[in-house]
């Protein structure tokens, strides 16, 4: 398919427009294929705006392999919600495909309840592949598992432990003062006043430095754990499993917000921390002019290091450090290892074989082909058996344009692979911060009583609590209406959401404790 009528594809959909063809759409293997049986997918096409899955090798290959003519069809990410989101709960057969790759992880079951997607629970004994992953993994069995018993999605996963969200430090400016990474909140703003004061960058002016550069999506995860709060996620079970939400906790919600206001009210925290973007901090670094990050691992090496001339890649400029303690001992937030979702969709006319193909693109053979790519062409296989990527491979954009861990099929990231992309102090580094990790609050599904209850007051809650933040962080609003903000909550129905949280975290407990 040529990007052009994919475009219009997507065009036609937003439009409106239902009558779209499937035939003409991706179809690997044409002419040779006749006796192939076809079966269709709809999925999020790669994020980078100059690559098309369409015409990667990696899906190529994988195609190619399953015995199946399939028939892709790729649709932007940018898009992707909300025209898929759209098809499915319309159940537009027209537009949909025999499997779909799912807008969202569908947290309030509204397409299991729209009937679109079959449970796959009848077709295990054709999804060898499949079956095996649920018995080595009872954690994300439990999360697919829906209140009566059914499994309608097959995952894709990322890492859970390794590479994930962490403060960086910028280690020629520690060098210049023989600072010590802080390991506390009172270490940690001592430092801050010094980048600030003074000419860190030793450009003959002591005002440009901007001591630290955080958006605001990642200040939860750098300050919340210090205070005992897992904010990232919002709801989370402390050491004797009570949940609690962390937006609703009298004392130390109120000391973290006083906190980062005082940060704010110093100058350490800049005053247009909201609107900040990784591409400023990326322009930072480059001009060499700040000296705390926090950040995906992943860009400590890759991108952030990589702006500065000095940079060889074996000795870091910005290097991770650990999380930052305060009135309790600091800890990363990791994530779920859910991040998608692929379903056989009812108006498939040959599930089983479409369960076959679905099996087939999440076993291990395939696997290998997402982390690794091509073999002779992204990696070779030492004597040793240990692959290694090629010289090639180190330059990014070829190998996304191959295909390289694609977001359009059930994939699970790779701990050993994503080492190896990785100059070796990155991997070390990652290696020493994986202590400091904590899983966060398990995926798992509402029942319809809980639903019910809901009504929609979580959507509401955690859009006022991000809100009103911003407003105590900022100082809009004075720290003595805490106690009014409370009672918003309250009225809000924040209670039975936690008591609903409750139930759902003793559920999730109970069928680990079936499995185990
Ligand atoms: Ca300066």
Known sequence: MKRGSLRKYVLMILAGAVCISVTGCGQFNAGKSSQKKSISILAKNSWYSNVDYLESEVIGKVSEDSGYNVQWRFIQPANYYDVVRKLLLTKDSDNLADIVQLPDLDMNMDYIQAEVFIPLDNYLDLM??????????PGIKASLTTEDGHIYYVPQTVLTQNYQPCI??????????????????????????????????QNGDSSDEIPMSVTNEFLPYMFGPAFGLDLV??????????????YYEEENYKAYLTFLNQLYEEGLLEKDYETLTRDDITGRCASDE???????????????????DE????????????????????YYVGRNAISGFFGITVFCGEPQEAAKLLDYIMGEECQETYCWGIEGRSYTTGSDGKKRFTSQAADDMWLQ?????????????????????????HSRVDKWLVKYVRSPFPFIYSTSDELALDKGYSNYISQYVVQQADSFITGKSDIESFDWYMQTLENMNIKEMIEIKQKQYDRYQAMMQNVN
């Not at 020629?172 to 990474?181: A, N, T």
């Not at 060889?312 to 650990?322: E, H, I, R």
Request: a negative charge.
């Open 311 to 330: 940079y060889n890649g074996t000795t870091p400029v910005f290097s991770g450090g650990v999380p930052l303690s305060g009135s309790y001992e600091g």
């Open 401 to 425: 344009k191959l295909g390289i861990n694609p977001g359009c099929v059930p994939s699970h990231q790779s701990v050993e692979a994503s080492d190896a992309l990785l100059p070796e102090w």
């Open 233 to 246: 996620n919002g709801f989370y079970a402390d050491e004797n499993g009570t949940v609690h939400y962390a």
């Open 128 to 137: 060898p592949n499949f079956s095996r992953y649920l018995d080595e993994n």
């Open 290 to 308: 700040t000296g705390v990050i926090f950040d995906y691992s992943w860009q400590m090496s890759t991108l952030y290091s990589a702006q500065y």
């Open 168 to 201: 960086m430090y910028n280690t020629e400016w520690l060098k210049r003062f023989q600072l010590e990474q802080p390991k506390t909140l009172d270490e940690f703003v001592n430092m801050l006043r010094i980048f600030k004061e003074n000419d860190m960058n």
